[in-house]
């Protein structure tokens, strides 16, 4: 298992064949997920739910 941060991936061919957990809700990780989506054997997403403003 490798841990790799928005600012270091380069390519969705780098994680062929592998399953993926993007984790997160932001441009980011929708960007990375709509490019990874054809190429790894498995992309899956996770991210807090958003709990609003609190008074």
């Known amino acids: 298992m490798q841990e790799v941060h928005s600012a270091h991936y380069v390519s969705p061919e780098d994680y062929a064949g592998q399953t993926v957990l ?6 980011s990780a ?4 709509a490019e990874m989506a054809p190429i790894p054997r498995a992309v899956r997403t996770h991210c807090r739910a958003h709990e609003g403003r609190r008074k």
């Open 30 to 33: 929708a960007q990375i997920m």
């Open 22 to 27: 993007v984790v997160g809700g932001g441009n």
